[in-house]
Structures are given as C-alpha cells and as structure tokens.
C-alpha cells in the first residue's frame, strides 16, 4: 500500500464511525414512525450547560432551534456551537444571553454584533481543523441538523452542509435530525443512518438562498486579471461575493478545468453548464466536483440533488492543504480586507473588531503552493470608503488580525493590477504591492516604507 493511499485511508477512519446497521430494511419505516416528534418534544432532551452543534448557512434547522428558544425561560447557560449562521435566530438576542451562550465559528452579518459586544463567543480555528475540535476539545450533547428525506436504505443525507457537521454528529450524545424534502441529497460522504439518530422531526420550509450579488467595475476588472493566469486544466476554488464570481463569469471559455472547493457556489453552475469545467484531468477525483458545504439560489441547490458530477467531504479532508496540494495546477481565489507592506492579510476583522473568520483562507493559500504548477490569488478592491482610505497599509491596523500569514500569499490582486509576492524579498513585495495601490496612495506608501526601511 502506498504512503498517500494509507494516509487517505486513516483520514477516512479517522472522520467517520464505521458502523454496521442491523435494521432490516422492512423495519427502516417503522423505526422512523417511532423516533418520529414534534419540535418541542425533540429539544426537551437539552439541559442547562449543555454543548449544542448546529450545521453552518444552510444547514441550520430551524424548526428546532425556534423551538429551542421557546424554553429560554427553563434553561441556563447552554452553548451554541454555530458556523455562518443566515438568519437570526430568536435566542440570539441579549436577553437570552443568560440561556443561551452562541459560540460563533464564522461571525456574519446575523451575529456579528453579539461578538463584537461581547453576549456571544468567538471560535478561532482553521476551516480544515473544526471537526477535530469537536472530537477532541468540545464536548457535544446535542446535536441538531437538517437533511434531505431518507432513503428504502435508511439513509438521510445533509445536503448542503457537510463540513463538519458530520464530525459533530457522530460524537453526539443525542442527535435530533429535522427532515426537510427541500434540502439536497447529496453524494461523497454526506450520510447518517436511521439507527444513529435519536428523534427526527419533519419541516417543509425553503432552504435559504444567497442571491447573486451585481458586479461591479473593480470585480470585473480583478476577476479579468486572474482569469488570464489560470491555464486550461487547472483546479479551482472560489468563495462567494463579487470578485469569486467575476472570476467565473471570465472563465466560462476555459478548457478541463476542475473544481475542489470548500463552498460550492452558482458561479460553478456557470462553469459546468458553459462546458469550462469537465474534471477529467484532475489528478484526484477525476471528473468530480469536491467540496463541504454550498450556498446560492434554488438554481445551484437543483444542480446539486443527487448529481454524480458533486462529492461532498467533510472539511477535515477537503480542506487537508497536504489533499489540496495533490490537485495538479490548483488554484485558490480568496478576498482581504486589508494587506501590508510585507503581505499579512486581515481577512476577518477591521482593527480590533471581528467581522468574519479566518475560514478556509489559509488552508487553500498552503494547499495550493503543495500544488505542482499551483498558484493563490488574494483580491481586493484598492480602496474603501468611496476611495478615502487605501487597503493597502504599511502596517495592519491597531488590533487586527493576520488570517493568512505573509509566508503563505502568492500572488494580490487589484483592480490596478497583480502583485507577485512569493519568492520576493521585503523590499520587492514592498515595491510591488504599493505599484499596484490606488495611484492617490502609492506616494504616501512610498514615504511609509522608506520610514520603515523597507525600501
């Protein structure tokens, strides 16, 4: 057996509990029929000081975590484990704070004021590394997720959100499952049995869609800059937003190319439909779209039922930068909010103040330089505020983060131009990244590094 075939094979044992299911598969419907409850039975089982993991975006079943907030008055300081949750939830709000502690794995828009005004947590972490904090660091108790209809064999699948929701699942001590035939079935490693869940209950809700948003000038131009560096056969990762999605929109007359992502987006759709992406010489999961988890429009969530093209894994694997190395001429696109002289990005907070993650940023800007012929883009738009205020800094601001560190950026993109960094002394990346700053900054950028002595 070889190295990589061995190491693979322990990722998988490693990520998943194999299981025998003696139900016979006359029975599967009617151990269903008996786990079958309400919502409001389902979350009695939580108990004060409980962990609770619920599934990230579109996962979230919200049936349960409705009903969940319906028992604030009975319960006390249990903890929330979520990542990117779409909508706000009832019991985030500050005057559950003393029942309910959200513990935020990814802060959006929905939670992101509970964190900065210190009623909720903060998790920091690697994407890839989640599931492994949930077998070895946080206790769960209860889990809670939603997933597509079962299946004659007993098999549900969690669709959209795969990631490390099937970690999280699998250490719980109580699993509580809202079935929903909107959600996706989904291929890969997507699955949990009948016989490993404790109470289902059943939800016919939409699933959340993320409209596309429009693009602007900027995002036309950055993705045109690195849509003419990513050669035919290469192996993609885009986010979500407007550059991730210019990118696509310039890729559409590409040859071969092939996708392992974390987030599966609508712009793929684009790709495969427009004939860009076929997989077929992708050096691992040929002709398959690998990814954890996607969120878009109902349009992408229809591509994904049941397609034999798209294989979600958990994240721990799709996310391994050693696994993303070994794609031939990967390629990974993610966005800053602001980056130094030297190449430190901030990705996730403004100062001190935290806006987002550190996400699969890293994980993808390691993976792709394992990758022979790989190559990483950072974008972002050269100014903010209506052109008051360059992202691009001498130093990060007082209190802010660096996501991905200067060791790991490739190549920066903005809508005046690319910077090449690695392989650069702190002089050139210096030079080349005031070259391609906001030409009423470059000056002030000059004076700054020369204060610095950088150049």
């Given amino acids: 057996m070889s190295v990589d075939l061995f190491q693979e094979l322990a990722h998988v044992s490693a990520t998943r509990k194999l299981v025998l299911y003696p139900v016979q598969r ?43 907030a319906k028992r604030h008055n ?63 660091y946080i206790t769960v108790d ?15 699948s969690f669709g959209l959100s795969v990631d490390y929701t099937t970690t999280a699942a699998a250490e719980a001590r109580v699993v ?35 409209p596309i948003p429009p693009l602007t000038e900027e995002d036309k131009i950055i993705g045109g800059y690195i849509a003419e560096m990513i050669e035919d056969s290469s192996t993609i990762q885009l986010g979500i937003g407007g550059m991730p999605n210019a990118v696509a929109q310039a890729l559409v007359n590409k040859k ?45 969530y229809n591509f994904l039922n049941d397609n034999p093209m798209v294989e979600m894994y958990p994240v721990s694997y799709v996310n391994d ?28 907070t403004i100062g001190p103040k935290q806006y987002s993650a550190t996400g699969g940023q890293a994980d993808f800007a390691q993976g792709c330089l394992r990758s022979p012929g790989g190559k990483g883009f950072i974008a972002l738009h050269a100014t903010a505020k209506n052109g008051t205020i360059s992202k691009i800094v001498p130093f990060l601001q007082q209190g802010a983060v660096a996501s991905c560190s200067k ?18 002394t702190a002089r050139e990346r210096a030079l080349e990244l005031i070259s391609i700053a906001h030409p009423d900054f470059r000056a002030d950028l000059r004076a700054a590094a020369r204060k610095m002595n950088l150049i």
């Fill in 26 to 68: 006359n029975k599967i419907r009617e151990v269903y029929s008996k786990k079958l409850v309400t919502a409001e039975e389902a979350v009695k089982v939580i108990k004060s000081g409980d962990n609770i993991a619920l599934p990230l975006g579109c996962g979230e079943p919200r049936a349960l975590v409705t009903a969940m």
């Fill in 74 to 136: 009975e319960l006390k300081g249990v903890k929330v484990h979520q990542m990117l949750p779409l909508k706000e939830a009832d019991y985030l709000s500050p005057e559950m704070a003393k029942s309910f502690r959200h513990v935020s794995w990814f802060t959006s828009g929905v939670n992101r004021r509970a964190v900065n005004e210190g009623w909720a947590d903060f998790m920091p972490g690697h994407f890839h590394d989640y599931p492994r904090l949930f077998q070895e």
């Fill in 142 to 156: 209860v889990f809670m997720g939603m997933v597509s209809p079962m299946d004659e064999r007993g098999f549900f």
């Fill in 176 to 210: 509580i499952l809202e079935v929903n035939p909107n959600m996706p079935r989904t291929r890969g490693e997507s699955l949990i049995h009948i016989s490993d869940v404790d109470y289902v209950i059943e939800n016919n809700a939409p699933i959340p869609e993320i």
């Fill in 256 to 300: 071969d190319l092939g996708i392992h992502t974390e987030m599966i987006t609508d712009g793929m759709v684009d790709l495969v439909e427009s004939g860009a992406v076929t997989g077929r010489k992708k050096t691992i999961h040929p002709g398959k779209i690998i990814g954890s988890f996607a969120a878009g429009t109902r349009r992408l």
């Fill in 321 to 348: 930068p050693y696994v993303i190395g070994k794609n031939y001429k990967m390629v990974s696109i993610n966005a800053t909010l602001e980056i130094d002289l030297l190449g430190q990005c901030a990705s996730e």
């Fill in 407 to 424: 060791n790991d950026v490739d190549h920066v993109v903005t809508e005046f131009g690319v910077a090449k960094l690695r392989g650069k």
